[in-house]
Structure formats: C-alpha cells, structure tokens
C-alpha cells in the first residue's frame, strides 16, 4: 500500500542513528527504498531495497519513485522523525478523497522554510507524483502557492524551494493538497546526544 522513498547525502552519523532509531518500525513495514549517495549504508539492512548511486537529490527521488509499485509513496528525508498516526490519518484522508493529490506537515518548528509544507514528510498518489515530478533546481514563479483548508501560503522565501514547486504543480494540475495537525521533527540543527 505504500512505499517510502529515502535519498541519503554525506548525513550526520549521529542524525542518522536517531533517524533510525526513532522511524524503525515505520522502514520494516513499508516498502522502503533508500538511495544512498554517500554515509548512508547503515541503512541497508533496514530497508527493502537499497541502492549505492552517486547522483543529486532529484535524480535520487526519481530514481526511488522508478521502483514505486504501491499505491502511495512517502517522500522522506534522512534527518526527519515521522510522527505517530501520520500515517495512518493521511492514508485515511486519501479514502475519502480521490482528488487529493497529496498530504504533507509541517516541522515542529514551523518558521522553518516559512512555514511552507514540507516535500520531505508527504505522502503522495503514487501515480500523481510520478506524473508530476520534474523537479530539477528552478526558481518559482508563482506567488500563491497553495491554499490547504483556510490557509493560503502565499510568500516564496526560497525561490528553488522543491517544496514550493511542488506545491505548484499539485495545484496547477487540478488535485489537492491536505495537512494534519501533527509536527515532524527535523533532526538537522537540533543537538543530538
């Protein structure tokens, strides 16, 4: 049913210990694909699928999504714990809602990347997202970029945000975006003992 993709980046050895430690159960259940660039090989034996390949973040993405047999895949970064029930409770938004393109968090602290919804804690319609996903660094044209439930995020902090551009694209093609009020935490910046 669903399917994490992981691409891994010289991390933190601490971050990525935590990052393992905390998120376990959710890598043993899933179809979890790691696409290692470099430092993630304590990974491997988590994980259903791994692949050693020196390549940039979208082309690692693209890469993890060739493999995507499930109905819905997760974009998950390597220094991001996923809360409990996000999950579940997206999932469960995805039933009841078939233009519901994708379903995406915040961090704890939600300043980060300002305030925009995060590309590296969503869940998407498998095949929305390899329809959509094109992503290479570009900047951001649009002002407005999403509007989830009462909230319209409408500042571009970062105009070669892959989440900004994302976010476009979902609208654009005429699906929706969701949130939940849960918070991942962001492990990079954070002291980790």
Request: aromatic fraction near 12%; proline fraction near 5%; glycine fraction near 6%.
């Amino acid at each position: 049913m669903l399917s994490i993709v992981i691409p891994v980046r010289n991390p933190n050895p601490r971050i990525l210990d935590t990052f393992i430690e905390k998120n376990k159960s959710y890598l043993a259940l899933n179809n979890t694909i790691v696409i290692d660039s470099g430092g993630g090989e304590i990974l491997e034996p988590h994980v259903a699928k791994y692949i050693k390949k020196d390549i940039g973040l979208w082309d690692a993405r693209r890469l993890g999504y060739s493999f995507v047999s499930t109905e819905f895949v997760m974009n998950l970064d390597c220094d991001v714990i996923i809360p409990d029930y996000y999950i579940h409770d997206a999932l469960e938004l995805f039933r009841h809602n078939a233009k519901l393109g994708c379903v995406s968090i915040f961090y704890e602290d939600v300043t980060h990347n300002a305030g925009i919804l995060e590309f590296g804690i969503s869940i998407w319609r498998t095949d929305i997202l390899k329809k959509l996903y094109d992503y290479g660094p570009q900047p951001s044209e649009m002002r407005q970029i999403i509007k989830v439930s009462d909230n319209v995020f409408t500042h571009v902090k970062y105009p070669f945000c892959e989440c900004s551009y994302m976010w476009q694209k979902v609208g654009m093609a005429g699906y929706k975006i969701e949130t939940l009020p849960v918070r991942a935490i962001h492990l990079s910046g954070k002291e980790i003992t």
